[in-house]
Nanobody, 119 residues
């Protein structure tokens, strides 16, 4: 079973920064696509940023230029650097690992970490 553990959430003022981390012990980390999603009550979970096993990245329009996703395969860790935070970034942030087996994708999720942007 793949376990993902997020850390780094908390309370930050608008304009501030946070760095989220997601660590796993699974041996498939380096060959898996990773992503950060977020969810607020009453809304669907949405993709914030993704990074492929090869290092290609993609971002939601709302965070482009402010957030940076990266990965360290030696540490089995994916990061989300969040700068210029806005109140609308407040959400529970979830780490995702997408394991591809031919045409099948199996998704694994962390338990989430709360980010609150407020003065």
């Amino acid at each position: 079973q793949v376990q993902l553990v997020e850390s780094g959430g908390g309370l930050v003022q608008p304009g501030g920064s946070l760095r989220l981390s997601c660590t796993t012990s699974t041996s498939i980390f380096s060959i898996s696509d990773m992503g950060w999603y977020r969810q607020v009550p009453g809304k669907q979970r949405e993709l914030v940023a993704g990074i492929s096993s090869g290092g290609n990245t993609n971002y939601a329009d709302s965070v482009k230029g402010r957030f940076t996703i990266s990965r360290d395969n030696a540490k089995n860790t994916v990061y989300l650097q969040m700068d210029s935070l806005k109140p609308e970034d407040t959400a529970v942030y979830y780490c995702n690992l997408a394991r591809r087996i031919t045409t099948i994708i199996i998704n694994y999720w962390g338990k989430g970490t709360l980010v609150t942007v407020s003065s």
